[in-house]
């Protein structure tokens, strides 16, 4: 017979987890110090070549990854700032009832979380994203990036990894304890 007092209730936290909180704050932290480099020394639109596939290229974003929605006349704007806002505060909530042995999956989360949380600084104080990272090959160009999005990107891929590599194995393990 389960033991009630074990069921974590809604709000209960594991304070172990404010450093994958502190992870997000440093993607946020990185992400908003680079585009402050970007913005103060880079001239819109002029690319400053780096590698032979990537250039410093200022831009400005108005709408979702990869412009999505950018000429949608204004609306967007504030349909991505309520999304990002109300997606941080249920992984924030996530991150901290994420138990202890778990690894990538908390990792994943604070990466998206991050990079969620450096695009919404952006929207709100700037009205767009900035984006300064343009990788292209040839003639064929990526869209414009930032670290927010790299943050985004990368913890996207590791829940992925969590989800169909991982959690299988989770489950195996809790049933055979139940067995």
């Known amino acids: 017979m389960p033991n009630p007092q074990n069921k974590k209730g809604l ?3 594991y304070p172990r987890n404010i450093i994958w909180l502190g992870l997000s704050v440093l993607a946020v932290v990185l992400d908003q110090w680079t585009k402050s480099i970007a913005s103060t020394h880079l001239i819109y639109s002029d690319p400053v070549p780096v590698l032979p596939f990537l250039n410093w290229t200022l831009l400005h974003n108005y709408g979702a ?6 000429d949608a006349g204004g609306w967007q704007h504030y349909l991505f700032t309520s999304l990002a806002a109300v997606v941080s505060v249920v992984f924030i909530v996530w991150i901290m009832r994420m138990p202890k042995n778990m690894l990538i999956l908390p990792l994943a989360i604070a990466l998206i979380l991050g990079g969620a949380i450096g695009n ?18 040839q003639d064929k ?6 670290l927010a999005d790299s943050s985004i990107s990368l ?12 959690e299988k194995q989770r489950i195996l393990r809790a049933e055979q304890q139940h067995d």
């Open 155 to 166: 913890g996207v891929v590791l829940l992925l990894i969590d989800t169909f590599f991982l």
């Open 141 to 146: 160009n990526f869209p414009a990036f930032n």
């Open 11 to 13: 709000f209960q936290f």
């Open 65 to 70: 990854a990869f412009s999505f929605l950018s």
């Open 120 to 137: 919404l600084i952006d929207r709100v104080s700037l009205g767009y994203v900035v984006d300064f990272i343009h990788v292209f090959y």
